[in-house]
């Protein structure tokens, strides 16, 4: 699946990624409260997807298991590149220069073949 960014709004995929699972805002919000425990209002849905409000990370990764859409998709939409790193470097400190020196050097050399390198890492080791 490509990882770049459509020209859709995070709403919009939410939208359209609800109305593909043939869910109402309603049906979606009970969805969601039943996973992750906490009550969601389909007011609240709504406003997320006329791009009123913008969730967090641990919503939006609710939402991308209840409406099956990759979390990645849903993280790049809402621009939340930095609080994913932030998260993933909280767990990981001892791994805060490699990340940091990943990121300069493909800037330095223009890296663009980010597809290649994710299915190297999804690929098992044999």
Known sequence: MPHCIPSQTLGQLLRQARKTQGLSLRQTAVQVHHRA?????????SNLEQDRRTP??????????????????????????????????????????????LFLVAEQYQFAAWERLIRQIHRPET
């Open 37 to 45: 425990g906490q009550p969601l209002s389909p007011q609240y849905l």
């Open 56 to 101: 967090s990370l641990p919503l939006l990764t609710v939402l991308a298991e209840v409406l099956e859409i990759p979390s990645s998709l849903l993280f790049a939409h809402a621009r939340k590149a930095d609080a994913v790193v932030r998260r993933y470097l909280q767990s990981r400190p001892d791994c805060e220069a490699a990340i940091i020196e």
